[in-house]
């Protein structure tokens, strides 16, 4: 039973360019979370969806971030004109959305340089 | 608000045990996770807490009062490879995200 899959695992980008990191939910789950870790900091939500919903974005900044989980294929995190402030690892974790404990359960992360 | 406190480090021998703390401030709570994260790896899940009481598995415990909005985290018999970051995480009911506090760094010495 695979696990959250994260890609890139690693991704270097050049100030003023695009990146896309994708995440594919565990097997049964319908909920997808992106979550955020700066250097030396704890993990800071930033986007709850569902299929081709947008639940919670309260966490994302207001401009240059977006967030996808289209019918097919995995969720996309996509942040336009990245600045050096945005090196981060990238957590996404998905959960069956199920009542009760409705665990999530973390991808290995995308860890975002940029230059 | 919401706010989470757990202390920064903590360090223990190996064989003992180690409580490593956890205070919430959330407004409508609605479960309390702790996860371990390996330097430059994912969190992995621990356990789960909703009601007041002690949850055991294995090695590992965790405890919740809720009307002090206090968590701990119990972890018996300490091994090396429990060197890790402790992060403790709570749900409001307003939704699925998890608000996380800073992480507990822990480590264990021979």
């Known amino acids: 039973n695979a696990g959250v899959m994260q890609n890139p695992r690693h991704l270097v980008r050049r100030r003023g360019q695009e990146a896309r990191l994708r995440c594919s939910p565990m097997?049964?789950?319908?909920?997808v979370y992106w979550y955020r870790q700066l250097p030396e900091e704890g993990l800071k939500f930033m986007v709850y969806?569902?299929?081709?919903?947008?639940?919670?974005e309260s966490g994302m900044p207001k401009e240059r971030f977006s967030a996808e989980f289209p019918k097919e294929g995995p969720s996309i995190l996509r942040i336009q004109q990245v600045v050096r402030g945005d090196s981060a690892a990238y957590f996404c974790a998905s959960s069956p959305g199920m009542l009760g404990p409705d665990t999530q359960y973390f991808g290995p992360g995308t860890r975002l340089t940029v230059l | 608000g919401q706010n989470i406190d757990q202390p920064t480090e903590m360090t223990a021998t190996e064989g003992a045990i180690v409580q490593i703390n956890c205070t919430y401030q959330t407004s409508g709570f609605n479960g309390l996770f702790w996860y371990q994260q390996h330097a430059g790896e994912a969190p992995t899940f621990l356990s789960y807490?909703?009601?007041?009481g002690l949850e055991e598995k294995g090695r590992f415990s965790s405890f919740l009062s809720r009307s002090k909005g206090y968590s701990y985290l119990l972890l018996k018999e300490l091994q090396m490879k429990d060197s890790a970051s402790y992060l403790c995480a709570v749900r409001n009911n307003q939704g699925g995200k998890l608000i996380f506090g800073q992480g507990t760094e822990l480590s264990v010495k021979p």
């Open positions: 807490n909703v009601l007041d």
């Open positions: 969806l569902q299929k081709e919903n947008i639940i919670d």
């Open positions: 097997k049964g789950h319908s909920h």
